[in-house]
T-cell receptor
Framework: AQSVTQPDIHITVSEGASLELRCNYSYGATPYLFWYVQSPGQGLQLLLK??????LVQGIKGFEAEFKRSQSSFNLRKPSVHWSDAAEYFC????????????FGDGTTLTVKP | DAGVTQSPTHLIKTRGQQVTLRCSPK?????VSWYQQALGQGPQFIFQYYEEEERQRGNFPDRFSGHQFPNYSSELNVNALLLGDSALYLC?????????????FGPGTRLTVT
């Protein structure tokens, strides 16, 4: 069975500081990995995805993530956080054979201090 | 191009009642997935519809059922509502393009069961 663990429930960073959100997954085959962002009361917006190839992927809003197969991790990073980045972030793993069925972690809430 | 749309936005029901939620996929998408997101948790996969049939199902009871129409729009029905069914219900549409895919999420329907 596939699963996703986001070890940090809540992270607080100062505006302008760097950010890393952790994600560990369990999956029996080659995973398709995603990071989504959710603002309060809203749906999910895709930040970036990894299917294959270069293990460092770039996404929208200045985010990037690195796939490390040996550590079963797909951590999200941003060099300089903006106040508007405050939101909840979800990591998800999906099957290559099924577009649309994904398993999500429980999310990390990001607070940005001025 | 309209993205994924869902209706209604909010809904309040009483225990034991039945509810129907609606979703229109992003233009050109043929697959619709439904997720339940309880407060403080990540989305959980309910089921997926493709070519008007349920293709995959998560760990949800038969009280949860769905339908997909020829225009790819979809409905989620929940019978005999329980307090625990209170959640944000997200619809996502997707399309397989070669070796990759993306899911696009709607804003969700907030269901409150009293």
């Amino acid at each position: 069975a596939q699963s996703v663990t986001q070890p940090d429930i809540h992270i607080t960073v100062s505006e302008g500081a760097s950010l890393e959100l952790r994600c560990n997954y369990s999956y029996g085959a080659t995973p398709y990995l995603f990071w989504y962002v959710q603002s309060p009361g809203q749906g999910l917006q895709l930040l970036l995805k990894y299917f294959s190839g270069d293990t460092l992927v770039q996404g929208i809003k200045g985010f990037e993530a690195e796939f490390k197969r040996s550590q079963s991790s797909f951590n999200l990073r941003k060099p300089s956080v903006h106040w508007s980045d405050a939101a909840e972030y979800f990591c998800a793993v999906g099957a290559s054979t099924n577009a649309g069925k994904s398993t999500f972690g429980d999310g990390t809430t990001l607070t940005v201090k001025p | 191009d309209a993205g994924v749309t869902q209706s209604p936005t909010h809904l309040i029901k009483t225990r034991g009642q039945q509810v129907t939620l609606r979703c229109s996929p992003k233009s050109g998408h043929d697959t619709v997935s439904w997720y339940q997101q309880a407060l403080g948790q990540g989305p959980q996969f309910i089921f997926q519809y493709y070519e008007e049939e349920e293709r995959q199902r998560g760990n949800f009871p038969d009280r949860f059922s769905g339908h997909q129409f020829p225009n790819y729009s979809s409905e989620l029905n929940v019978n005999a509502l329980l307090l625990g069914d209170s959640a944000l219900y997200l619809c996502a549409s997707s399309l397989v393009l070669g070796a990759s895919y993306e899911q696009y999420f709607g804003p969700g329907t907030r269901l409150t069961v009293t």
